[in-house]
């Protein structure tokens, strides 16, 4: 059988990030996205391969306008020849532990999901929609960011609030960056040559959004992330974990409103609020060097906290057989690597300076010092994991 295309399609409310995936190849024969959907700004971006990059303005151009211009751009690099297209889907609640072939009542179960993620779910909806129209002869997957964490154990997933929130409301914690957290964990275990199912790692995915995880022979058993990807460390523009009481005291003491805090603690916290500068890690590493006070403090304030989402992760693992760095920071920063692991000096970890400055822009490996327990920089692929996802199901 020749190596088949995957589209892999991941919807936000004003873009569509779009790859194509050929099982046999890991370079992506088209990729790109079209942004600022619905205003005259509109506008498709693409490369081909790792060469030429394209643009098309596509003024006050809606999801469905994006993908139709797609549409000849994906057979063209598929050769004609397009086999499915998978979907990216932020939240599948307690509902969905593995991808599912969409379909009316796949969508309606989505639609019900989105009071858990009202940002997200209905923006992957709106793509959805559109593709399964555009490209109505395929079959259409959806892979959820939650899934994965599905396995957590109730421990792990209950908060600590009346039992009726989570019976009837769904108040739980979910989990996000699964299909991240899964594809390196695997990774992990061939580059260590251990077998995925009998394996037990620690993984820190640090983008724009982070997470940790504990992955005990392949399945998730805890992770920083809970109701919302709020929770947990510190992002770019996210506060990640504060008092539970904020939100009361800012509106008695400030008088702001629910819109404004969750504004404040969504978009101009984290890296950003911390330091006053950036919610960009390049641009604080660079300011650091400077002598910026704010990106030193946030840089600071960003390792010691995943250093202490890494211990507790810890408690959900029966031993360690290495910890991932992974996303934009963990694959690019030997700096936020070095400072992490030097927090977690009880573990013993501790890292090979030359093999750290080594693994960057898609470079990885093993970079723990001799003897140390392995520590690993995994470059991600989240949409080769959707398209393996989707292949899978359409195998069956
Ligand atoms: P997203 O979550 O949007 O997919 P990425 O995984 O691309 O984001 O991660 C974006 C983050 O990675 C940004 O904070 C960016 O500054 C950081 N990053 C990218 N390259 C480097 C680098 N060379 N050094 C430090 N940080 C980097």
Redesign the pocket.
Known sequence: MPARNILVINCGSSSIKFALVNEAHSQFPLSGIAERLGSPDAVLHWQRGSGERDSLIIPNGDHRTALSQLLPLVQGAAGGKLHGIGHRVVHGGELFTAATRLDPKVLAAINATAPLAPLHNPANLQGIEAAMKLFANLPHVAVFDTAFHQTMPEHAYRYALPDSLYREHGVRRYGFHGTSHRFVSRRAAEMAGLSVGDSSWLSAHL???CSTCAIVNGQSRDTSMGLTPLEGLVM?TRSGDVDPNLHSHLHRTLGWSLEEIDRMLNRDSGLKGLSGLS?????L?KAREQGHAGATLAIEVFCYRLAKSLAAMSCALPQLDGLIFT???GE??PLVRSKTVAHLRLFGLSLDNEANARC?RGVGGAIQAYGAPRVLVVPTNEERQIALDTLALLDH
């Open positions: 983008g724009n959004g770019g919610n960009d890690m390049r641009s590493e996303g934009g920071i690019n920063s960057v």
